[in-house]
């Protein structure tokens, strides 16, 4: 197809035109000749509605705009004409739940319309651009969709260039080990076993192709749903420009529409899912190393923590455990009868967690092998060979996850792990990681479920089918019980099956900080689920560093310390006082909460609420948050501010509007500002929002250890109307799908005389416990009536810090304190 426009070459991305080395092949393999010319959409002819469908054409190119929702629409492009299968990991079914849309043809453009979004393809140019329902412009193309031909795969390069404001910032793409904002920036989207990677080192271990666009206020988003590998680039190369573009596939984003950020990140959750309830355990503290063996060792852990009192639910086996690091086999040297060992950690409140990595040893004798080989389960070269590459076990086959048969193999052979009480699974090396090389060849074949593809295709979401094989075998093994997974790979969607961690990273105040970054643009970029490796994989920390991020770790939603085996001992006790005391505070203050982080994450299930939450995602109008990237708030009631730099006394922190109580003294302060707050070594800056009801429980040494026969209620009290939500259910099994679960909502209303606390339910759910011990905090007045469902509460006390506790039936409706 000719362009029929003439393009202002001013306008064409200038490095995207000449940098192309970088990014692809240059010649024509059989020419030699410098090939491919880009390719631009021309004026469009027509427009036809099929469904919630509208296709338009300039003639040879088709563009495909579908309506997914009101607010979400989804736009393709067929270079000539013929669409791929649609087909994607990241989204399992198409919503489409729309309550009025239609196309309007208009003297320069035509209108693909909801009620809350229109997408404008204008006549003269194709050009592509989303507005809302006040005609208020917030996406445009700034270059018509383009392409060109790939001689040596065949497809398309494709790619997508739009305008960049002065002011827009970004968020998202996952694990990026860079600022919290990438406004500025060119990043990759291609897994890499990234170890001890570097401040700016891209790309890392996960391909996550969305962002979103905060512009003056207003903010979008772009899901980029293409598994190639692909770059965005946010006015980096030219600051009026954001393009993204990919080796292959197709050029396919949704358009996700705002105006809050929030909003975005909640409704790419309606795409792309969200995480399963977690067994509650695992937000407990875990513990790692490269490795625990033999099996006395991990005894020696396993007890010490008992005995030093610092709660701990989860203990992991990394490869040492395994015969010749063959997966699914155990070392009977160093572990001779695992059954037992797990079933008496079990005894003692440790779940056991055990690695799996997608490498399979060559080896007849080995039955795993065997068995993939004669199935033809193992990867293939486009030659017939197979997949060979040396990871730990020596030379390695690796597993074709994109067979669905094959995934359902590979679930089953968890099944004598299971038997073994394993409760966990963590997969590793799957981006897929290949000493050498890096990982396969581009010409690795893959089933993609019944859709082919090279690895060039395939690459990107290996690791994420892994887990989800894993995931779905243990959640079929398991029966009723909640598995628990963890992957170092994955691409949209992974959160369905796993959560993760940031990968080998670096003892160092660095990476503390980067680490930081990381939890907060994981979690608004769909995975909420995540952690750092407590205290740094390689190097060492020292007391200090290692307390700072246990302080930090408290606030991730998954806690793990682990560290490499070249390294001294890594146990919350290893650095000796004041630092083993100062651990189990913050250790203990991890189980204290527990409720209010097990609610939050109910948010995030349920409702697609991102855990972490960015300063910036709560205040998107206040100037200069778009840069602020230290502190977040976890669930929307506690801020947390870790310390992050080394010898600190003094930290300062911004408050978004609103009051907050010091988490610490109780001080009540006007939000709105930056403070400044002390920081010594046993403390770190956290606050609460007023009005706030937070759940606590006493502390365990694991879940489940102790019958909770009161729950504790921190209510702090406010002069406005304030809404707390709190989730209770079993805890481990799935009887929550079941719709058995308790959500209970407390209203709390403040004045200078009175204040008001209502409490009511919804769920079949009946906690075992029957009191709450309330804990009231800023009270303003002081108290002379209690009145609960209108019964006089006589024995309430009023402490020296002037908080009131009082006991209350579980099931109160109305509290009244005057
Ligand atoms: C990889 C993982 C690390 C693990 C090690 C050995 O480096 O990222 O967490 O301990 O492999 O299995």
Redesign the pocket.
Known sequence: MENKNTVNPELLPQKLVEDEEEFHHVNNPVTGLKPIVKKYLGAPTGAVQKGNKFFFTDGDAKVEVTVVTDEIIRVRLAPHSVFLDEFSYAVPKLENKVSLFGLREEETEYIVYTNIVNCHVRKKDFFISFSDNQNHVTSSDAVQMHWEENIKFGGYYVYCTKECQPEESFFGLGDKATELNLRGKRLKNWNT?A?SFAWNQDPLYRAIPFYISLNKGIAHGIFFDNTFRAEFDFGAEDPTKTSFWAEGGELQYYYIHGPHMMDVVKRYHVITGTHPMPPMWALGYHQ?R??YYPESKVRMVTKTFREQKIPCDGIYL??DYMDGYRCFTWNRKYFPDPKKMIKELADQGFKTVV?I?PGIRVDDNYSVFKEGKEKKYFCRRCDDYFMEGHV?PGRCQFPDFTNPEVREWWGGLFDELVQLGVAGVWN??NEPAVFGNGTFPDDVRHQYDGHRGSHRKAHNVYGMQMVRATYEGLRKLMKNKRPFTIT?AGYSGVQRYSSV?T??NVASWEHLKLGNIQIQRLSVSGISFCGT?IGG?SGEPDGELFTRWIQAGTFAPFMRA?S?GDTKEREPWSFGEPYTAINRKFIELRYRLLPYFYSAFWEHHRYGFPIIRPVVLQEQHEEGNQYRQDEFTYGDKMLICPVLEPGQKTRKVYLPKGKWYDFWSHELIEGGKEIVVLTPLDTIPVFVKAGSVIPEYPVMQYVGEKEIDEVKMNVYFTDTEVNSFIFEDYGETFAYEQDIYLEKKFVVRGKENKMTIQQSMEGLYTPRYENYHLNIVGLPFKPTRVIADNNDVKDFVISADKSIQLKLRKNFTQLVIS
């Open positions: 076993d170890y790692c490269w490795s990394d490869i690695i990595d730990w590793d090396m170092r961690w990968g080998d490796d994989f682990h490499a």
